[in-house]
C-alpha cells in the first residue's frame, strides 16, 4: 500500500502472494469507496452497512470503538485512514426509529457477503473450492476471503444458520456469530 499523506484514504491493493486474484493474473486497487460500492451497490440508498475505524491494537481497545456509524459517501474521506483499523459490516441495516442506524440484529435488513477468516494460517488456502470475490490480507500470511451474494439474503434466520454453518466448518472465528455482528477488514 501507498503512504500517500495527502489522500488518507489511498488505494490499497488486494492479494495473495501466488493466488490469481481473477482469471488474468492481476491484483488491482481500490478505495473503501469503491469496496462498498461494488458490496452493497444499489441497496445503499435503501439501507446502509455500519463502520468501525479505530487506532490501536483490536485486542485491546475499549469496547465502545467497536460500536462504528452508518455508510455515507464522505465517511471514507474523513474517518477511515490508512493509519487506522477499518471494519465494514458484511449486512446492510435499516434505521430505528430515531432515524439512527446501528449494528443490531432488530435493525437488520439484509446480508450482502460472507467472510472466511484466517486463510492461511488457521484454514488452508486449498479449502476454498470457491473463488473468492476478495481476499484482504489482515496480518501477515492470513487473509479474510470474503463472497459477494448475488442476492442479499433478507431472511435473518437463513443467514443465520449459513453463519453458524461457515463457524462449524471453522471457516471463521467462532466468537463472530451472526450476520447482525459480523464484521470484516475493509481494504485500506
Excluded at 142 to 152: H, T, V
Aim: proline share 7%; charged share 20%.
Amino acid at each position: 500500500m501507498q503512504d500517500n499523506k495527502d489522500e488518507p484514504y489511498d488505494k490499497a491493493p488486494i492479494l495473495i502472494e501466488g493466488y490469481k486474484t481473477d482469471l488474468t493474473d492481476k491484483t488491482y486497487e481500490i478505495t473503501n469507496h469503491e469496496f462498498i460500492e461494488a458490496v452493497f451497490g444499489d441497496d445503499l440508498q435503501h439501507y446502509l452497512p455500519i463502520m468501525v475505524s479505530f487506532e490501536g491494537n483490536p485486542n485491546s481497545v475499549p469496547s465502545k470503538s467497536w460500536l462504528g456509524t452508518e455508510w455515507n459517501p464522505d465517511f471514507h474521506r474523513s474517518a477511515l485512514s490508512v493509519h487506522k483499523n477499518n471494519y465494514f459490516s458484511l449486512a446492510g441495516f435499516s434505521p430505528n426509529d430515531k432515524g439512527t442506524f446501528r449494528r443490531q440484529k432488530k435493525h437488520f435488513a439484509a446480508l450482502h457477503s460472507i467472510m472466511l477468516d484466517d486463510i492461511g494460517i488457521k484454514v488452508e488456502l486449498g479449502r476454498l473450492t470457491l473463488l473468492p470475490s476478495w481476499m484482504i490480507e489482515t496480518s501477515p500470511g492470513n487473509y479474510q476471503a470474503g463472497y459477494i451474494l448475488d442476492e442479499p439474503l433478507a431472511d435473518a434466520k437463513i443467514a443465520d444458520a449459513i453463519m453458524n454453518a461457515v463457524i462449524t466448518a471453522n471457516l471463521c472465528d467462532p466468537g463472530a456469530g451472526g450476520p447482525a455482528a459480523r464484521l470484516a477488514r475493509l481494504p485500506v
